[in-house]
């Protein structure tokens, strides 16, 4: 099950409202991390991430990296190849 907040973000950034999606992505995170909510916690820094770069801010290729970083090595501790991948190639890796 997807985190609601995680889809709100998805949809601010499609709008290109980026504080509002950057609100719904740091809410979103902090909610998978106090579940926990296993699944959810790399997601929710996957997408974050790609907003990020979209956005494309001072700062945000930095703090991106960091999150698909953190994004990479939570799918490997969750067995999830695929996504490791998937992360990894917007790391640019």
């Given amino acids: 099950m997807e985190l609601l907040q995680n889809a709100a973000g998805?949809?601010?950034a499609a709008a290109e409202?980026?504080?509002a999606a950057e609100s719904h992505y740091r809410t979103a995170m902090r909610q998978a991390d106090?579940?926990?909510h296993r699944i959810a916690q790399p997601e929710v820094r996957r997408w974050y991430a790609r907003m990020l770069l979209e956005r494309g801010?001072?700062?945000d290729?930095?703090?991106a990296r960091t999150l698909l970083g953190e994004a990479a090595e939570l799918y490997?501790?969750?067995g999830m190849p695929k996504h490791v991948d998937m992360a990894r190639a917007m790391l640019g890796v």
């Fill in 17 to 19: 409202q980026w504080e």
């Fill in 61 to 63: 290729h930095d703090q």
């Fill in 10 to 12: 998805t949809a601010a």
């Fill in 57 to 59: 801010e001072d700062g």
């Fill in 34 to 36: 106090e579940l926990p």
């Fill in 76 to 78: 490997e501790q969750r």
